[in-house]
C-alpha cells in the first residue's frame, strides 16, 4: 500500500503543478474554434502544397488536443475534400503542436523542450509531406478514400462530427464576445476536457507508476547512457516504440515523458516519444478502420519515419546551437501543495471552469456529451449554438 500511495502523491503533485496551463490551453483552443467554422477548414485544405500544409499545420494548432478525436476529424476532413497530406499534417499539428502542450512541456520539463516541439512538429510534417510524395500511390490513396466514405466508427466520432463554432456573421470579437460565442466556448471547452481526461488521467498514473517504481538504473541501461553516441542514435528509435506500447496519447504522455528523461532517454529520444501519440496500438487499429488495412500501415510507417528523422534533427540542430539541457530535472514530483503561485492560478483557473461548467449545463451541454461516441455521420454533427443563445 505503500508503494501506491508513493506512486498516486508523485501523480497528484504532477497533475496539480499543470492544473492551471491546462485550463488555460484549452480555453484559447476553444476560443479559436468557436470562431473557426469547421467548412472554412475544409476549404482551406483542398491541397497538397506547401502552402496548404502551413495552413493545415496553423489550424491545427488551434484545434483539439485529443489524439482520438483528432484522428476522427481527420478522416471527417478527408471525406468532405481536403487532400490526405493536409488532413494528416492537421492531425499532427492538432495533437503535438497545440498551445496547452508547449505550457505543460514547459513546466514540467523547460522552455527547451517546449522549442524542441514547435520546431520538431513542422519538421516531421515536411519529412511526412516527401515520404507521401515519394511513396503514396494513386491506387492506395483511392482504396484509403473508398473505405473513408464508408464512415465506419472508430472512436470519439461524435465529438469529431460536431461543429460547435459561431454561427452568427460579424467580426471576430463581435462573434467570440456575443451570448452565442460565450455557449460556444463553454460548450467547445467542456468537451475538450471530456475527451482528454481518459488519457490524462492515465498518463499521470502510468507517470507516476514509473516514477515511484522503477529505478533509474534501469533506464539508464535501456537508453545507453553510458554510451553517449549510441544513446543519441538510440534515442528517436526506441523513444516512439515505448509510446506504442504505452497506450498513453496526447497531453497525456508529457508526465511520462518528463520521467523518461531524467531516466535517461536522449532529448531527441523526447521528442520522438511525444510525437509518437498517432500511433499507439488502439489509434493503428482506428486506422485501419478508417483507411484499411494497407493505408494504416502506410501511415504507421511513415509517421515512425517522420517522427524518428524528426527526433535526429533536433538533436542535431539544439545540440550544436547548446540547447540541449545539461542537466535531467524534469518536474517528477513536488514536496507537497503550499501557497505560491502555482496554487493561486489554480484557483482563478478552476472559478472560470467553474463558469464555463455552468453555461455549458444551462445551454443543453449534457445531452453532447452523451453523442461523443457516436456516429461520425450523425444529426448532431451541425450542432447551432443559436438555438442556446436566450441564455
Same mark, same amino acid.
Given at each position: 500500500?505503500?508503494?501506491?500511495? %508513493?506512486?498516486?502523491?508523485?501523480? !497528484?503533485? +504532477?497533475?496539480?503543478?499543470?492544473?492551471?496551463?491546462? /485550463?488555460? !490551453?484549452?480555453?484559447?483552443?476553444?476560443?479559436?474554434?468557436?470562431?473557426?467554422?469547421?467548412?472554412?477548414? @475544409?476549404?482551406?485544405?483542398?491541397?497538397?502544397?506547401?502552402? #496548404?500544409?502551413?495552413?493545415?499545420? $496553423?489550424? $491545427?494548432?488551434?484545434?483539439?488536443?485529443?489524439?482520438?478525436?483528432?484522428?476522427?476529424?481527420?478522416?471527417?476532413?478527408?471525406?468532405?475534400?481536403?487532400?490526405?497530406?493536409?488532413?494528416?499534417?492537421?492531425?499532427?499539428?492538432?495533437?503535438?503542436?497545440?498551445?496547452?502542450?508547449?505550457?505543460?512541456?514547459?513546466?514540467?520539463? !523547460?522552455?527547451?523542450?517546449?522549442?524542441?516541439?514547435?520546431?520538431?512538429?513542422?519538421?516531421?510534417? *515536411? *519529412?511526412?509531406?516527401?515520404?507521401?510524395?515519394?511513396?503514396?500511390?494513386?491506387?492506395?490513396?483511392?482504396?484509403?478514400?473508398?473505405?473513408?466514405?464508408?464512415?465506419?466508427? =472508430?472512436? +470519439?466520432?461524435?465529438?469529431?462530427?460536431?461543429?460547435?463554432?459561431?454561427?452568427?456573421?460579424?467580426?471576430?470579437?463581435?462573434?467570440?464576445?456575443?451570448?452565442?460565442?460565450?455557449?460556444?466556448?463553454? %460548450?467547445?471547452?467542456?468537451?475538450?476536457?471530456?475527451? /482528454?481526461?481518459?488519457?490524462?488521467?492515465? &498518463?499521470?498514473?502510468?507517470?507516476?507508476?514509473?516514477?515511484?517504481?522503477?529505478?533509474?538504473?534501469?533506464?539508464?541501461?535501456?537508453?545507453?547512457?553510458? %554510451?553517449?553516441?549510441?544513446?543519441?542514435?538510440?534515442?528517436?528509435?526506441?523513444?516512439?516504440?515505448?509510446?506504442?506500447?504505452?497506450? @498513453?496519447?496526447?497531453?497525456?504522455?508529457?508526465?511520462?515523458?518528463? *520521467?523518461?528523461?531524467? &531516466?535517461?532517454?536522449?532529448?531527441? !529520444?523526447? *521528442?520522438?516519444?511525444?510525437?509518437?501519440?498517432?500511433?499507439?496500438?488502439?489509434? /493503428?487499429?482506428?486506422?485501419?478502420?478508417?483507411?484499411?488495412?494497407?493505408?494504416?500501415?502506410?501511415?504507421? $510507417? #511513415?509517421?515512425?519515419?517522420?517522427?524518428?528523422?524528426?527526433?535526429?534533427?533536433?538533436?542535431? @540542430?539544439? &545540440?550544436? #546551437?547548446?540547447?540541449?539541457?545539461?542537466?535531467? %530535472?524534469? @518536474?517528477?514530483?513536488?514536496?507537497?501543495?503550499?501557497?505560491?503561485?502555482?496554487?493561486?492560478?489554480?484557483?482563478?483557473?478552476?472559478?472560470?471552469?467553474?463558469?464555463?461548467?455552468?453555461?455549458?449545463?444551462?445551454? =443543453?451541454? /449534457?445531452?453532447?456529451?452523451? +453523442?461523443?461516441?457516436?456516429?461520425?455521420?450523425?444529426?448532431?454533427?451541425?450542432?447551432?449554438?443559436?438555438?442556446?443563445?436566450?441564455?
Amino acid at each position: 500500500m505503500g508503494a501506491i500511495r %508513493h506512486a498516486l502523491a508523485i501523480a !497528484g503533485s +504532477m497533475t496539480w503543478e499543470i492544473l492551471w496551463a491546462l /485550463i488555460l !490551453g484549452f480555453l484559447l483552443s476553444a476560443i479559436v474554434q468557436a470562431v473557426v467554422r469547421r467548412s472554412t477548414v @475544409v476549404r482551406l485544405l483542398g491541397d497538397g502544397r506547401p502552402r #496548404t500544409l502551413t495552413i493545415a499545420a $496553423g489550424l $491545427g494548432v488551434a484545434s483539439s488536443s485529443c489524439s482520438y478525436a483528432a484522428v476522427a476529424l481527420a478522416r471527417s476532413l478527408f471525406r468532405k475534400g481536403a487532400s490526405f497530406i493536409a488532413a494528416m499534417a492537421f492531425e499532427i499539428a492538432s495533437t503535438n503542436l497545440v498551445i496547452e502542450l508547449g505550457i505543460i512541456l514547459a513546466l514540467l520539463m !523547460g522552455w527547451r523542450f517546449t522549442a524542441a516541439e514547435f520546431v520538431g512538429g513542422p519538421i516531421m510534417i *515536411v *519529412v511526412l509531406a516527401v515520404l507521401f510524395r515519394l511513396f503514396l500511390r494513386e491506387r492506395l490513396l483511392r482504396a484509403a478514400r473508398e473505405q473513408a466514405e464508408r464512415g465506419v466508427a =472508430g472512436s +470519439m466520432e461524435g465529438h469529431a462530427a460536431m461543429d460547435m463554432s459561431v454561427q452568427r456573421e460579424g467580426s471576430f470579437w463581435q462573434r467570440l464576445l456575443s451570448g452565442e460565442g460565450f455557449t460556444s466556448v463553454a %460548450h467547445v471547452f467542456v468537451m475538450e476536457w471530456a475527451a /482528454i481526461l481518459r488519457d490524462l488521467v492515465i &498518463g499521470l498514473l502510468i507517470a507516476g507508476a514509473i516514477a515511484a517504481w522503477v529505478p533509474d538504473s534501469f533506464w539508464q541501461h535501456f537508453f545507453l547512457v553510458d %554510451h553517449p553516441l549510441a544513446a543519441k542514435i538510440w534515442g528517436p528509435l526506441v523513444g516512439p516504440l515505448v509510446a506504442v506500447v504505452s497506450f @498513453v496519447c496526447s497531453i497525456g504522455n508529457v508526465p511520462l515523458a518528463a *520521467v523518461l528523461w531524467n &531516466g535517461g532517454i536522449s532529448f531527441g !529520444g523526447v *521528442v520522438a516519444f511525444i510525437f509518437a501519440d498517432l500511433i499507439i496500438l488502439p489509434i /493503428i487499429m482506428i486506422y485501419r478502420k478508417y483507411y484499411g488495412t494497407r493505408m494504416a500501415l502506410f501511415i504507421t $510507417g #511513415t509517421f515512425y519515419v517522420a517522427m524518428v528523422v524528426a527526433g535526429y534533427l533536433i538533436e542535431l @540542430v539544439f &545540440g550544436v #546551437t547548446g540547447l540541449v539541457p545539461g542537466k535531467r %530535472h524534469a @518536474v517528477v514530483m513536488e514536496a507537497g501543495v503550499s501557497w505560491n503561485y502555482t496554487t493561486w492560478l489554480n484557483i482563478a483557473f478552476l472559478l472560470l471552469t467553474a463558469v464555463l461548467l455552468v453555461r455549458f449545463v444551462r445551454t =443543453g451541454g /449534457i445531452p453532447m456529451l452523451k +453523442m461523443m461516441g457516436g456516429s461520425p455521420d450523425a444529426e448532431h454533427a451541425g450542432h447551432d449554438h443559436a438555438a442556446h443563445d436566450h441564455h
